[in-house]
């Protein structure tokens, strides 16, 4: 395995370079019988897509999905979900210079050391645009979850740089570019981007994604615990650099007569877990916060080195995001619910038909 397929039992495998011809990805495992077309993935994919927002990338990608395969009649078959995702908007030329030379905090010098060349056209592989795929697949996660189960993902901006947002509002978080769960709040992020653009440079955020309705007992301890296996799907995502699950690294201060979750026949009284016990779904909601950072191409010059080791001053160029933080929340969204769908047929898997005796908690009262 080279790191491009994710899953145990329902897989994602994604191909595709920022500016080659294509993006697509191959999801097996699907269960059969799910009604599925194209709009239900595309519906996903336009709320992450470049070049909607005068404060995101503005390269312009319609990011029109096709399903190739694993489709008939308008229901899956239960065999390999081919996707394809068309590049058009490629502009190569701006990356003249980075060939030769490596952004810092930037994936190039990396990828050199690694593979000894790179395709540096848009960033190649590195590039975010491969998350397209990822959403493209956790929408039939999602599908599948909400149509069998009742589980319910929803993902929301909770800060951007120093602007923390309340959650004021979630239906109004896909009506927004910001993703912002307080619309009150959309002047003041309006205004922080349009200052940092002007200044060339970016900033980091924070991701709320939540799942709400999940069945006790998905994760497969010990390796593969469910938070385990969150956190790997997160820390995937480009730019992601912390992950917390419930209350995170808040933990640290607290006692364990604060920090724990009391049970009553008729729902948990708090939910500083996150939803997991034991690296095992609890059936309360399953929070997740993710960290990313600012992004690491900006027109502000910066140290570096060229191919040859020699030092130079980088300066960027192209059609950059500078805040990747506001497209991740379908990414994030995506993710979960692919690590949700994977566990859960395991569970099924080896778990269908056990039977405990204690009823089950509420979420909460
Ligand atoms: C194209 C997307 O974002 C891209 C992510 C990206 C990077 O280095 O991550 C660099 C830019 O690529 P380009 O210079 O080709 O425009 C972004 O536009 C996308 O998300 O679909």
């Given at each position: 395995?080279?790191?491009?397929?994710?899953?145990?039992?329902?897989?994602?495998?994604?191909?595709?370079?920022?500016?080659?011809?294509?993006?697509?990805?191959?999801?097996?495992?699907?269960?059969?019988?799910?009604?599925?077309?194209?709009?239900?993935?595309?519906?996903?994919?336009?709320?992450?897509?470049?070049?909607?927002?005068?404060?995101?990338?503005?390269?312009?990608?319609?990011?029109?999905?096709?399903?190739?395969?694993?489709?008939?009649?308008?229901?899956?078959?239960?065999?390999?979900?081919?996707?394809?995702?068309?590049?058009?908007?490629?502009?190569?030329?701006?990356y003249?210079?980075?060939?030769?030379?490596?952004?810092?905090?930037?994936?190039?010098?990396?990828?050199?050391?690694?593979?000894?060349?790179?395709?540096?056209?848009?960033?190649?592989?590195?590039?975010?645009?491969?998350?397209?795929?990822?959403?493209?697949?956790?929408?039939?996660?999602?599908?599948?979850?909400?149509?069998?189960?009742?589980?319910?993902i929803?993902?929301?901006?909770?800060?951007?740089g120093?602007?923390?947002?309340?959650?004021?509002?979630?239906?109004?978080?896909?009506?927004?570019?910001?993703?912002?769960?307080?619309?009150?709040?959309?002047?003041?992020?309006?205004?922080?981007?349009?200052?940092?653009?002007?200044?060339?440079?970016?900033?980091?955020?924070?991701?709320?994604?939540?799942?709400?309705?999940?069945?006790?007992?998905?994760?497969?301890?010990?390796?593969?615990?469910?938070?385990?296996?969150?956190?790997?799907?997160?820390?995937?995502?480009?730019?992601v650099?912390?992950?917390?699950?419930?209350?995170?690294?808040?933990?640290?201060?607290?006692k364990?007569?604060?920090?724990?979750?009391?049970?009553?026949p008729?729902?948990?009284?708090?939910?500083?877990?996150?939803?997991?016990?034991?690296?095992?779904?609890?059936?309360?909601?399953?929070?997740?916060?993710?960290?990313?950072?600012?992004?690491?191409?900006?027109?502000?010059?910066?140290?570096?080195?060229?191919?040859?080791?020699?030092?130079?001053?980088?300066?960027?160029k192209?059609?950059?995001?500078?805040?990747?933080?506001?497209?991740?929340?379908?990414i994030?969204?995506?993710?979960?619910?692919?690590?949700?769908?994977?566990?859960?047929?395991?569970?099924?898997?080896?778990?269908?038909?056990?039977?405990?005796?204690?009823?089950?908690?509420?979420?909460?009262?």
């Amino acid at each position: 395995m080279s790191g491009n397929t994710f899953g145990t039992l329902f897989t994602v495998t994604t191909f595709g370079e920022s500016h080659g011809l294509a993006l697509g990805a191959i999801v097996d495992g699907c269960p059969p019988g799910l009604e599925l077309t194209e709009a239900d993935l595309q519906k996903d994919l336009d709320l992450r897509k470049p070049g909607t927002s005068k404060h995101t990338t503005q390269r312009r990608e319609p990011d029109q999905v096709e399903i190739l395969s694993g489709v008939f009649e308008g229901k899956t078959t239960g065999t390999p979900i081919g996707l394809l995702i068309k590049n058009t908007d490629q502009r190569s030329k701006d990356y003249g210079n980075i060939e030769d030379t490596f952004r810092p905090a930037h994936a190039d010098y990396t990828y050199d050391q690694k593979y000894g060349f790179r395709d540096y056209r848009g960033g190649g592989r590195s590039s975010a645009r491969e998350t397209a795929m990822r959403v493209a697949a956790g929408a039939i996660a999602k599908k599948y979850l909400k149509d069998r189960f009742g589980i319910e993902i929803q993902g929301f901006l909770s800060q951007l740089g120093p602007i923390k947002l309340d959650v004021k509002d979630l239906s109004q978080v896909y009506k927004n570019t910001f993703f912002s769960p307080d619309p009150d709040a959309i002047p003041e992020l309006e205004s922080y981007m349009t200052a940092l653009r002007r200044e060339g440079d970016s900033v980091g955020a924070k991701i709320t994604v939540l799942a709400k309705n999940v069945m006790p007992g998905l994760g497969e301890p010990v390796f593969d615990r469910l938070d385990a296996d969150i956190a790997k799907a997160m820390m995937g995502i480009n730019a992601v650099k912390g992950v917390e699950i419930g209350d995170g690294f808040e933990v640290i201060e607290q006692k364990g007569s604060e920090h724990r979750d009391e049970i009553t026949p008729e729902g948990f009284l708090t939910n500083h877990a996150g939803g997991v016990l034991g690296g095992l779904s609890s059936g309360q909601d399953i929070v997740v916060n993710i960290a990313l950072k600012p992004t690491s191409s900006i027109t502000i010059p910066g140290k570096s080195i060229n191919r040859k080791g020699e030092s130079i001053d980088v300066i960027t160029k192209g059609r950059h995001d500078p805040c990747v933080g506001i497209r991740a929340t379908p990414i994030a969204e995506a993710m979960l619910a692919l690590t949700l769908i994977d566990h859960l047929m395991r569970n099924r898997a080896q778990n269908a038909d056990v039977h405990c005796q204690t009823p089950i908690v509420p979420a909460h009262i």
